[in-house]
């Protein structure tokens, strides 16, 4: 029954980038946002990006313009690309999305398991 899962994460070093990966279960439709999350070691779970159903992105200050969201509206997937990684960046990244599985229904949240990134020389 896990409807959301990430992948794309690993070990890179300080400047290095990483692509992350979301792919949602064809079962969720009408999807209005895709976010990224992440909780580093000791830290609350924070917004890193988010991407409405028209496009529209927002992301947190600490990114400085480092990484990118896009989604596949076609593929039910989402994705963030990482630049100029920094060790500060070392957390488990989470994919959230927030959709239907019925039309009539109300709108979800369903929270992927998330993907380890590790920034280290």
């Known amino acids: 029954q896990v409807q959301v899962v990430e992948s794309g994460g690993g070990l890179v070093q300080p400047g290095g980038s990483l692509r992350l990966f979301c792919a949602a279960s064809?079962?969720?439709?009408?999807?209005?946002?895709m976010d990224w999350y992440r909780q580093g070691p000791g830290k609350q779970r924070e917004l890193v990006a988010t991407?409405?159903?028209?496009?529209?992105?927002n992301y947190a200050n600490f990114v400085k313009g480092r990484f990118t969201i896009s989604r596949d509206f076609t593929k039910n997937t989402a994705y963030l690309q990482m630049n100029s990684l920094q060790p500060e960046d070392m957390a488990v990244y989470y994919c959230?999305?927030?959709?239907?599985?019925?039309?009539?229904?109300?709108?979800?949240?369903?929270w992927g398991q998330g993907t380890q990134v590790t920034v280290s020389s």
């Open positions: 959230h999305v927030r959709g239907r599985m019925s039309l009539l229904g109300r709108e979800n949240d369903y």
């Open positions: 991407i409405s159903s028209d496009g529209t992105t």
């Open positions: 064809n079962r969720i439709f009408s999807i209005s946002i």
